[in-house]
């Protein structure tokens, strides 16, 4: 998770970014922590590369492409306290000379055309509501023959029902969901090609499951000495809802990796 839309600006408060850390590990956001970035990058050379992470977050996705990877990272999100943190915690890491993580609007990217060999995304790209407009930019700032790969958030097809609307609620995020199919259809009517589409919901359902047995159980004491009780009972709520519509495969987490024709 992290903020892109407008409307998404600061929906990550200082509770939220407390609690996501302590499930997925300092620096990380979104599921799967350093194991997460490592599938989205997978088979990649990064090795002093250029690589813009939209949706960047507090930095740690991007120390692992700088310090894994051998990546030279902007990173980019819109929410200021996102930034802040961010800024600071790469402040302090011995990796601060190959990442820069900056703050920005939504819309048009501030870069050149052809400025990047990677863009990366991480469970960020969700919040976005022009992806037409969106994957548009992302090909525009890709040199010729570079690669867009990310996870992201989709949806089944058809209505949300009760459960999906519940699920929102909990979150207070703004979504905006397409299907995987219409998400490939995107990527595709922007201009790239080679495209691979990779539905993870089963690893991500069991993930969540196993996540929520933590916060009743070994993580139960940590969530509310950091967040205190009510805190603690609304977030393990929130990931109940969440296990509850990864199960449905109304929420599907995917894979995409697709190229810029030379």
Not at 48 to 62: A, E, R, S, W
Not at 77 to 86: E, F, P, S, T, Y
Not at 108 to 127: Q, R, T
Request: proline share 5%; glycine share 10%; with cysteine.
């Amino acid at each position: 998770m992290s903020a892109e839309a407008s409307a998404a600006h600061e929906e990550y408060d200082a509770r939220m970014l407390t609690l996501l850390q302590i499930i997925w590990g300092e620096g990380f956001l979104s599921p799967g922590g350093p194991q997460a970035v490592r599938a989205i990058v997978e088979g990649l050379d990064l090795r002093d590369k250029t690589v813009l992470d939209i949706g960047c977050g507090i930095g740690g996705l991007d120390e692992v492409l700088a310090g894994e990877c051998g990546a030279r990272v902007v990173g980019l999100d819109v929410a200021k306290l996102i930034v802040q943190l961010g800024q600071a915690r790469i402040a302090r890491s011995p990796l601060r000379d190959r990442i820069e993580i900056r703050l920005t609007e939504p819309g048009p990217l501030p870069f050149a055309d052809a400025s990047f060999d990677v863009v990366f995304g991480k469970d960020a790209w969700l919040h976005i509501p022009d992806k037409a407009g969106f994957f548009a930019e992302v090909f525009r700032v890709l040199k010729p023959g570079g690669i867009v790969t990310c996870g992201d958030w989709m949806k089944s097809p058809g209505p949300y029902s009760r459960d999906m609307e519940y699920f929102f609620k909990m979150e207070g995020l703004t979504y905006n969901l397409v299907t995987l199919a219409e998400y490939g259809q995107l990527v595709h009517g922007a201009g790239f090609g080679d495209v691979t589409l990779e539905d993870i919901t089963a690893r991500n359902a069991k993930d969540a499951q196993d996540e929520l047995a933590r916060m009743k159980g070994p993580l139960h004491d940590t969530l509310t000495q950091a967040l205190g009780a009510e805190a603690r009972d609304f977030f393990i709520e929130d990931w109940r809802s969440l296990t509850v519509v990864l199960d449905k495969g109304e929420l599907r987490p995917a894979r995409m990796r697709a190229r810029k024709p030379r």
